[in-house]
């Protein structure tokens, strides 16, 4: 508000500005609510060239007149704003205190020192993230997100540090698009997440590389309320274990939805049921090497392959262990909507495959591994087929078979109950439906008791 002397009488002129941020001050406190959340296939992470268009940082217009407003002192702990007026200038600066927790990145501030406060944030994240380093503790970097969403074009790779919770306002709101050198320059990506780092409420994106790449750590990186999308690579590369989840989409990148290559190990932790591994143009969630898959609920459907795993037992130990609960794996487009190659250990719990073009279950005995789909006393409560919800050629395609009654199946779903089941050497595409598949031929008997069973929708 400017006042104004005429005629020996004041009269005021006020105006209004329609952005906190075009006036030089920060749009974080203003009451917004960030949003809830939410061959065979393999590959390995893509390479190719890409690059990013710098921070967006924004630059106010017109100019400012002097004001002889009072200038009231300001102090500052952590995520300070400053208490002082300062006419047209917008907010006076506080420097970030030693102290301090959280650092404040948006892209709109259009003051001339920003410094990392609420009042002054940066603008952008690499800005942010450099000002962390200098503190002790956990440190939040909250970057601030609009509708339509703010796009964080960061000129390299986003480096999030095992003491650091990248916060984002949700991935509606806010994205990070960047396509540089992740630790070597053979990989290229948007984010690179520590062991013991965390990133929340983004949409993140790689137009010449992978989303995120998860760093092999004791503590496992964090992805959480995260939309890993539309990437030229993996959405997720995960070096390592990484917790994935919860309201976590991983969707329609040009490899893999998650890559677990074959030097990594660690559990790959899906936590909670709101998540989605769909329309990628490989797999999934694709498992090379020795890393344990703990898949809580979600979604693999419309990929090439929903989960493939493959990784190899170490000379004289025991197969991988692998559980998976409440997946929905449909309308995938290769051999399975679930495939498990090398001699896995697979314990799958309330999870639907069907309509996919395969089958629904792909299974390899091999070095002792064995498949728990439920048996009498617990229930697998898995469908593997229905009245029209069928796959194209089997339910469940056993290769390696021992003898028969030898593996059950209590609760679950079928085309048929009792399930139907036909001998086919396993490098034989089926010609025909049958909700069961093993091979070799057994002389005598059928190798799955399924009982209880049901027919399914």
Not at 248 to 274: F, M, R, W
Request: charged share 10%; net charge negative; with cysteine.
């Amino acid at each position: 508000m400017r006042f104004l002397r005429s005629s020996g009488s004041f009269r005021t002129l006020a105006f209004v500005c329609p952005l906190i941020a075009a006036c030089g001050g920060s749009a974080f406190g203003l009451g917004g609510s960030p949003d809830g959340g939410a061959g065979d296939g393999s590959s390995s992470s893509s390479s190719g060239s890409g690059g990013s268009s710098g921070a967006g940082s924004g630059s106010s217009s017109g100019t400012s007149s002097s004001s002889s407003g009072s200038s009231g002192s300001g102090s500052s702990s952590g995520s300070s704003s400053s208490s002082g007026s300062t006419g047209d200038s917008g907010p006076t600066c506080t420097p970030l205190a030693s102290g301090a927790k959280s650092v404040y990145v948006d892209q709109r501030f259009a003051g001339s020192i920003p410094t990392g406060t609420q009042a002054c944030p940066f603008t952008t994240i690499l800005e942010g993230l450099k000002a962390a380093a200098s503190l002790n503790g956990t440190i939040t970097v909250h970057v601030a997100g609009s509708s339509p969403a703010l796009v964080y074009m960061e000129s390299s790779a986003v480096a999030v540090a095992s003491n650091i919770v990248l916060q984002g306002d949700g991935p509606s709101h806010t994205t990070i698009s960047a396509s540089a050198a992740c630790g070597n320059a053979s990989l290229l990506c948007a984010v690179m997440i520590a062991g013991g780092g965390t990133v929340d409420g983004f949409t993140v994106t790689s137009p010449g590389g992978d989303g995120i790449v998860a760093a092999a750590a004791n503590t496992a990186p964090v992805v959480s309320n995260v939309f890993a999308n539309g990437s030229k690579g993996n959405g997720i590369l995960a070096l390592g274990g990484v917790e994935i989840g919860p309201n976590t989409a991983v969707d329609g990148n040009g490899s893999n939805g998650v890559e677990s290559p074959q030097t990594a190990g660690g559990v790959l932790h899906v936590v909670g049921t709101a998540n989605s591994f769909d329309k990628n143009m490989g797999n999934g969630i694709d498992v090379n090497g020795g890393a344990t898959l703990n898949f809580e609920g979600g979604t693999a459907s419309g990929d090439f392959q929903g989960i493939r795993l493959a990784g190899v037992a170490p000379s004289g130990g025991s197969p991988v262990t692998h559980t998976i609960t409440a997946l929905v794996a449909q309308n995938n487009t290769g051999p399975g909507g679930v495939v498990a190659y090398n001699g896995q250990t697979i314990k799958m719990r309330s999870s639907t495959l069907t309509k996919n073009s395969g089958v629904g279950l792909f299974y390899n005995f091999l070095n002792g591994s064995t498949l728990d789909i439920g048996d009498a006393t617990n229930a697998g409560n898995n469908t593997f087929g229905g009245t029209t919800a069928r796959n194209g050629g089997a339910g469940l395609r056993l290769c390696g078979v021992s003898a028969a009654d030898s593996q059950n199946a209590g609760s679950d779903s079928w085309a048929n109950c009792a399930p139907t089941q036909t001998f086919l050497a396993c490098d034989t595409a089926p010609a025909t439906y049958s909700d069961v598949l093993y091979a070799p031929a057994l002389s005598a008997g059928v190798p799955v008791v399924a009982a209880p069973c049901s027919v399914g929708p």
